[in-house]
């Protein structure tokens, strides 16, 4: 019993440091604004936020870190998802399932990363979005629909490759038949997830700032409401039950690879299905478990009214999640020695035929020293014998 309690006040503890409860700190702190009756233009609602949001939506946190973050992201997750997608639409004649899954995936990182420049220009221009109100639900909906779109595919092949590993001589063509139809129900899964982020407006202007925010702030607090309960079903649905599958599906990769123990390459094979995994954990210890974490304690501090300091890690974390976009392409590294062998041809300037001849050559080699070492060794047979 007293383990219990003990374990309970821990946990209460834990929960109170995450959330940043203080109760030195008094009144409500969020990035809900307030309507700003003094505000007199016609055919437009102002709003005003307290001191503490200022703060942040003028300091170096949005100003100068966010926009480094973004614009690495950008940097280095567009062209490796660009190159990723070419090379498994063009490169890669020999479809099968993870192909279609690494390919949706480098798809939706591309596209994300697409829209980073108005996410870029937005921070350093103060948190001000001059694009428009359609431009910013694109945005938003792009923002949080890549975030689940690469948990729900890397879900995908994580089942995938345990496929692979149980039963390594399944049918590839009814398998990809079975990959299109899961990857068109992801797709399908996460347009109607972000579909309530379009439902409302997302740009707010704040008087006293004299910026237009977009997706910082929120006009009142019922509409914190309806966001608390949108972002704890995504989190519970769309994050927490892929993630516990996840982990249980490498478990069982690696107690099937450790337990066949007759085969030549299995050192190998268990080798780069640590360092999948080692990748994927680093995502979601580093991208989806804190953003889906201080999203839901965020939106619920809001909604019951307590005192809440998680403003600043709330945008921090929801930063940090967007560098699964360039993390993604060293799954793909991984899971494809076929995928490695293209990027190198890649950026040796290689064309398909050449590699093809190069292949054809090192068999043709191979298969000849092999013949003559054969009949060497026949020859020697033959005049022992003789």
Known sequence: MDRTKVLWFSVHICVLLVAGLDPAFGG??????????????????????????????????????????????????????AMALWVF??????????????ACLALADLLFAVWLPLKIAYHINGNNWIYGENLCKVLVGFFFGNMYCSILFITCLSVQRYWVVVNPMSQTKKNNSIALGVSAAVWLVIALSTIPLYLFDQTVYVTNLNITTCHDVLPDAILANNMFGYFVSLAIGVFFFPCVLTIFVYKAIINTLTASLTEDNISEKRKRAIHLIIVVLVMYVICFTPSNVILVVHYALIRSGSTSDVYALYITVLCLSSLSSCIDPFIYYFVSEEFRDHVKNTFLCRSVRT????????????????????????????????
């Not at 292949?359 to 060794?377: D, L, N």
């Open 28 to 81: 409500i702190r969020s990035f809900s604004g307030k309507v700003d009756e003094s505000f007199s233009i016609p055919g437009k609602t102002g709003y005003k936020v307290e001191e503490f949001i200022e703060n942040v939506l003028t300091g170096g946190l949005t100003t100068i870190f966010l926009p480094v973050v973004y614009t690495v992201v950008f940097v280095i997750g567009l062209p490796a998802n």
């Open 89 to 102: 639409c063009f490169r890669m004649k020999t479809k099968h399932p993870a192909l279609i899954y690494m």
């Open 355 to 386: 590699v093809e001849s190069m292949q054809a050559s090192y068999k043709s080699f191979k298969y000849s020293r092999k013949s003559s070492s054969t009949k060497t060794s026949s020859q020697q047979t033959s005049q022992t014998t003789c």
